[in-house]
């Protein structure tokens, strides 16, 4: 090839390879162009991004921010923000407006400037409480900007801002809350004195009702001493028993006062259940006999008879409950059970006692409301039976404060069950019981009554005592047959039976076994005592009253059984083997004077009397032996008893100076124990009876050895 050939070739070669490489230039250009585009496109979407959740944020503080401070400002509590030295830094409208100062004032002051100097002292140590333990709540005074003050409860907590720690403090007025608590307890204070004087009213009404009462009654009682016609009898009696209605009514509104101001309070002492309900049974089966309805009672033979209460406050829901009973029941029975339950303790049994009568009845909605107080069941019902309604609340009182419960099955027209559950403590050293199951097997005896339920307790108990019994419903078998009653070794008649009556029958059999010794016969009655008639037209070894309680059934099966039949000791007559005493009456009323020195008189002792306590103190320090017993009132102008007897107790030594006995209207647990402490001997209260007055005097100048002449 020629030169020229070559230098085209070389050129040509050189042309092809800037072309190509201006080629791969452009594509590479055109890629990168590419790639920055798309880079740039990323960045313009994070741009965005970014900016959207920037907006999203400051949109979430914004909200959060009006959250915090809507909570801050309109708070209905006052709030500060103070650091740890207690300067303020942030204050809400709230507090502003509970203080009086702007904000910006509060916020150049420290917060010891916003209480009354004597509260300084308890905001020292909430804030000292704060720092140590992250929080305290208090309540103290905070002063206003114009001086006045408000009590405020505070709750204040530490917390850490931005690495600075910081105090916030909730203040609440709680001048409201005081104020309605203050009123609170006012109205309670209140109406505690207002009860206070209610009873406080009670106590000196039913006193000033029973110094006349203590006439009405007293004179009463003198007047059936003397002799008298059927009619003047009849019109005493009704003076007596309008008198001891009236007091029941008094008796019952004291004890209500008593209870509902907290002043009862109960005994504890040693007694014998059956002689309670004994009692309790004693005042209302007159009652009973007289509207023929007949008295029951069981008291269950595992029931302990040796027990440690208040008998008196027993006797007394029995004595309502039963009285109740017989007054809301025209015909049928009412029934006493006494029952065990499983032993509460070792030292103490759990009883139940029922009240059951086949009365009236009572509707089930009334039940609650009648152990309210004046609660009675209808007007028409009250009218009829009388009553204040306030027999049963006393019972639930009586029994909430002994810690038992009572409770009404009834329903109207087919009479009612009062159940009561009370525990009591057990005797220590019980004595020993007044008989025992099985303590005369061997033994038969007769049961004639007509009356069912009787009839069984009685055959019961019998039964109990270990004797194999038969009974009868009337006393025609045995008037037909009376060889049937000679296989006995007991007959136990009832007095009330239809057509042939108990007497009637035992004189029959007594006839016909007139030459042959008959088993003995004991009377069951609910009538009056027929003790002391002559053994010729007295059959009967012995009488029993209804309702029969086994410990009494046991002791006529005893006297009868193991030493025949005797005749009975005629009663003893209260009064025959006292000698006449000088007695020294010191009372300022003189109704009640009178009566006391009238029964005196009756009871055939030499009396005198003095009208205030002074004239006492002179009457017995002048000439100590000139009396044997003063019955000195506790009430009287001047020197009241107490005082006089602590004088005379001071002047003569005890052997000396006269038994002194207390004439008080309300012997109270304390009152008897304050009576005896000041040197009296005894207590009596009014209105005086002249059996208690009798036994009191009996008691209380018996020759004593420290009583005997030096
Ligand atoms: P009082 O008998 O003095 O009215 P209580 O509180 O003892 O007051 O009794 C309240 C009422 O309960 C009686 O008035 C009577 O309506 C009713 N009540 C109480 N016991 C009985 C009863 N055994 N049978 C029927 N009603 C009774």
Request: glycine share 6%.
């Amino acid at each position: 090839m020629s030169g020229e050939g070559q230098d085209e070739a070389r050129w040509r070669s050189r042309v092809q390879r800037e072309r190509s490489a201006r080629k791969e230039a452009e594509r590479l250009l055109e890629a990168k162009s590419i790639e920055l585009y798309e880079a740039n496109e990323a960045l313009r979407k994070l741009a965005a991004d970014l900016e959207l959740r920037v907006k999203e944020r400051t949109e979430e503080l914004r909200r959060r921010e009006a959250t915090f401070s809507t909570l801050f400002d309109k708070s209905l509590d006052g709030i500060l923000l103070n650091d740890i030295d207690g300067n303020i830094t942030a204050v809400n409208p709230q507090l502003v407006r509970m203080l009086g100062y702007p904000s910006e004032r509060l916020c150049e002051m420290s917060v010891r400037d916003l209480h009354p100097p004597e509260a300084l002292a308890t905001c020292g140590a909430a804030f000292r409480e704060v720092r140590e333990t992250g929080s305290a709540r208090f309540e103290c005074r905070f002063r206003r900007s114009d001086g006045s003050e408000f009590p405020a409860e505070v709750s204040a907590s530490k917390f850490d801002l931005a690495g600075t720690p910081m105090v916030q403090g909730v203040v609440r007025d709680i001048s409201a809350r005081q104020r309605a608590e203050r009123e609170l307890r006012e109205a309670k204070e209140e109406a505690e004195r207002a009860s206070e004087a209610k009873s406080l009213f009670l106590a000196n009404m039913s006193h000033e009702i029973r110094t006349p009462m203590n006439g009405i009654i007293g004179v009463a009682e003198l007047l059936g001493t003397t002799a008298l016609d059927p009619e003047q009898t009849d019109l005493v009696e009704t003076i007596s028993r309008s008198g001891e209605t009236l007091l029941e009514i008094i008796n019952d509104i004291l004890d209500l006062s008593k209870i509902e101001s907290g002043k009862l309070e109960l005994e504890t002492t040693d007694f014998a259940l059956a002689e309670c309900v004994e009692r309790a049974l004693a005042a209302v089966t007159p009652a009973a006999s007289t509207k023929g309805i007949e008295m029951t009672c069981e008291i269950a033979p595992d029931v302990p008879d040796a027990l440690v209460g208040d008998p008196v406050r027993l006797r007394q829901i029995l004595t309502n409950l039963l009285s109740n009973a017989v007054k809301f029941t025209a015909e049928g029975e009412v029934g006493l059970a006494i029952d065990c339950a499983p032993a509460a303790s070792e030292d103490r049994c759990a009883l139940r006692f029922e009240i059951r009568d086949t009365g009236i009845g009572i509707a089930p909605e009334s039940h609650d409301k009648l152990f309210e107080n004046f609660s009675q069941v209808d007007a028409s019902t009250t009218r009829h039976y009388g009553g204040t309604g306030l027999g049963l609340a006393i019972c639930k009182r009586l029994c909430d404060l002994m810690g038992g419960e009572i409770s009404l099955r009834s329903k109207l027209g087919s009479g009612s069950t009062f159940r009561v559950d009370l525990t009591f403590g057990l005797t220590a050293e019980p004595p020993a019981p007044a008989f025992r199951r099985g303590q005369f097997e061997g033994r038969t005896a007769l049961v004639v009554d007509d009356h069912p339920t009787n009839r069984r307790v009685l055959a019961d108990q019998c039964r109990y005592l270990g004797f194999s019994v038969a009974t009868h419903p009337s006393a025609h078998p045995l008037m037909d047959d009376p060889e049937l009653a000679s296989g006995y070794d007991l007959l136990l008649l009832d007095m009330q039976m239809p057509d042939i009556d108990g007497l009637q029958l035992a004189i029959a059999l007594r006839g016909h076994l007139a030459d042959r010794r008959g088993p003995p016969m004991a009377l069951v009655t609910s009538l009056g005592n027929f003790e002391g008639r002559s053994a010729e037209d007295w059959p009967f070894a012995a009488q029993l009253f209804k309702p029969v309680l086994i410990h009494n059934l046991a002791a006529v099966c005893r006297r009868l059984l193991d030493t025949g039949p005797a005749p009975q000791k005629p009663a003893e007559s209260a009064g025959d083997h006292r000698r006449p005493l000088r007695v020294l009456v010191a009372e300022d009323n003189p109704i009640n004077r009178r009566v006391a020195l009238k029964m005196l008189e009756r009871l055939g002792h030499e009396a005198g009397s003095v009208d205030d306590g002074h004239a006492a103190v002179s009457a017995v320090t002048a000439d100590p032996s000139a009396y044997d017993a003063v019955l000195m009132d506790i009430q009287m102008p001047g020197l009241s008893g107490t005082e006089a007897t602590a004088a005379i107790a001071a002047r003569v030594p005890t052997p000396e100076r006269p038994a002194i006995i207390a004439l008080t209207a309300d012997a109270l647990k304390e009152d008897r124990e304050r009576y005896l402490a000041c040197g009296m001997d005894g207590f009596l209260t009014k209105p005086l009876r002249i059996g208690d007055l009798e036994r009191a005097l009996a008691a209380h100048t018996a020759p004593r050895p420290d009583r005997a002449p030096a």
